[in-house]
């Protein structure tokens, strides 16, 4: 008879497992290759919105009138003039939601060409001897361009160090643009060592919102450029361009129940900017590719959809989340991570002592919870968590993180579902951790 034997972390009997998938020193541990496809006696629970949301079906709606209209938008017959007046209107809306002008809007490919596109394309505008100061907590499309800036051009870089509770002072951001040389004033080009400044409003990870506004106001009093990665705050926070004092914004579609596949970046008049991609030119000379203009229509509906009521919705968000953490003292040593400090509504970013994230996810799928382990760019490594190793947190606790988050389609039901799931998730996923 095949040899039989029960998985420690899901407690299922297996049989006839090849020879290096028995037992041995990592037995308990789950992998991809161990997993087996279960059906969920109950409807799945989708809490990963901070990935990306559901599309709205006015989205799909508002798509799906223009999707079949032909033309290209940088064409000068009628039928191109049509489609771009489409994109136009999209462009004017948006903007007057996020507080901007018109022609501030440059429309991308998503979220990472958009941080790429402000983090490359800003520092190249900068005179000579310009740097780049950003934080240790930012989303990979920021590390990794910054990373390019570095290795590639010869970029000199300086820390934001964030504080336990994931926030940068703003003294401290000030210290570190003091000791960096620049002389003060105002404007992109005052001073002799002006910065490029990067810093994520609302972190990916662990929900942790900055102060911009403050933070806006040093990198001014310095003579930098602030660009913010708003991806995650855009549609679940207030965000007024204009009164934020900040000089570029990214943000993405789908993150609010949009298209994927279709972003923006707001730069403000002023504000310099070299391509990084190169062609037609479409955006303002600055951003090349034909403008997709269903998407841009999507965005300009889901953007549309998640303002229409954005206090009260917002509320709901807090509402769910609040309720969600209440529940977590049925789970021993569960601690929510940022608590102390502003947070968006949408976002419960939770560490499990004595569990690995990847044990939690696996078994919280078999219970139909959909979650991640923190930002979908880099959700798929093992590592400790970059995000909480900067805010202190040790190795073991920075690498048993879980991020829930939630949006339009959530319901209180599902979440307290979700929260109900989780102590036996837990409890299985801290034997799993002691194989």
């Avoid at 609302?202 to 991806?231: C, F, I, K, W, Y």
């Avoid at 889901?302 to 954005?310: Q, V």
Wanted: hydrophobic share 45%; aromatic share 4%.
């Amino acid at each position: 008879m095949s040899p039989a034997w029960h998985c420690a972390v899901c407690g299922q009997l297996e049989r006839g497992l090849p020879a290096r998938r028995r037992p041995g020193p990592t037995a308990g541990r789950v992998t991809p290759s161990r997993r087996t496809t279960v059906q969920h006696p109950v409807e799945a629970i989708y809490l990963d919105h901070a990935a990306s949301s559901p599309q709205r079906p006015e989205v799909t709606e508002a798509m799906a009138r223009v999707a079949g209209l032909p033309g290209n938008p940088s064409a000068t017959h009628a039928f191109g003039r049509r489609v771009r007046a489409l994109v136009e209107e999209a462009r004017e809306e948006v903007a007057e939601l996020l507080g901007a002008e018109p022609a501030e809007l440059l429309f991308t490919a998503g979220g990472t060409e958009a941080d790429n596109l402000a983090v490359i394309g800003g520092y190249r505008a900068l005179p000579r001897g310009a740097g780049v100061v950003t934080t240790r907590t930012e989303h990979a499309a920021v590390t990794e361009a910054v990373g390019r800036l570095v290795q590639a051009e010869g970029a000199e870089l300086g820390w934001a160090e964030v504080d336990a509770g994931g926030l940068v002072p703003p003294a401290a951001l000030a210290g570190v643009l003091d000791a960096w040389g620049s002389g003060g004033g105002a404007g992109p080009d005052a001073g002799t060592r002006p910065a490029l400044v990067s810093i994520v409003w609302g972190n990916s990870e662990t929900g942790v919102l900055q102060d911009v506004p403050a933070l806006a106001e040093v990198v001014r009093a310095h003579g930098g450029v602030l660009h913010v990665d708003a991806v995650q705050v855009v549609g679940h926070a207030p965000v007024d361009v204009a009164a934020s004092g900040v000089h570029l914004l990214s943000m993405a579609a789908h993150k609010v129940g949009g298209p994927q596949g279709v972003g923006l970046l707001v730069a403000r008049r002023g504000v310099g900017l070299r391509p990084v991609n190169h062609g037609g030119g479409q955006e303002r000379r600055i951003r090349s590719g034909t403008v997709p203009v269903a998407l841009v229509v999507g965005l300009a509906a889901a953007l549309r959809a998640a303002l229409a009521d954005g206090a009260a919705e917002q509320a709901r968000l807090r509402g769910l989340q609040e309720r969600f953490e209440a529940q977590l003292a049925a789970v021993a040593a569960a601690r929510v991570t940022g608590a102390g400090s502003p947070r968006l509504p949408h976002v419960s970013h939770v560490t499990f002592a004595g569990c690995r994230s990847q044990d939690l996810l696996f078994l919280l799928d078999d219970a139909g919870v959909a979650a991640s382990g923190g930002s979908a760019c880099a959700a798929g490594t093992s590592q400790p968590s970059a995000t909480l190793a900067a805010m202190g947190r040790g190795a073991d606790e920075a690498a048993s993180g879980i991020r829930f988050s939630w949006g339009w389609s959530t319901t209180v039901e599902e979440v307290d579902r979700a929260a109900a799931a989780l102590p036996g998730v837990v409890e299985r996923a801290r034997v799993a951790g002691q194989v």
